[in-house]
């Protein structure tokens, strides 16, 4: 599956249908884009006890609550060296998601690594020219912001295009007794 693109987008597909059935009842609403990525990120249980401390006490150490993920992850649960809210985690999480729809359908993958080169949030510390480019520069792949709203919808009540494919794929492995 690692370098199927179609079955790997439909796992991912399946995965974010399950996140939002599981965020839905404790967040009384259809989850948001942002609120997904956390449990892409700290798993379902984790974005559940996440998004219950934002709303609960947004000021508390985020890294307190979640020491393993901070451990492995201090640009996004530290600020200069100084522990971020569970607030502030939040919001530059949102900001990260708003970034990524921003780019529009137009951006590349190599215009994606340069903002975040730019933006400091890379652990590589080697100029962006001597990291390696896993695509040639004549490859056209859906940008972040296209796999986004493929996965995630736009809002509208409609089915998004990845949830047809996977409501499809499950139909083919259930025919074949899977």
Known sequence: MRYDADASSLMVAELVRENAEGLRPVLGREPRPVELYMAHFLGLGGAKKFLGAVDSDPGQPAAKLFPEA????RSIFYSEGLPRSVGEVMAFMRDKVASAYAQGPNATADQSLEMAYASGSTRNERPLSEIPRSLPSDSRRPSMAETLRATF??????????????????????????
């Not at 901070?70 to 992850?73: E, I, L, P, Q, T």
């Not at 047809?164 to 083919?172: F, G, L, T």
């Open 70 to 73: 901070a451990r492995a992850n």
């Open 153 to 178: 919808g736009n809002g509208s009540a409609q089915m998004s295009r990845a949830s047809q494919n996977v409501s499809a794929a499950y139909v083919k492995l259930k025919a074949f007794g899977l």
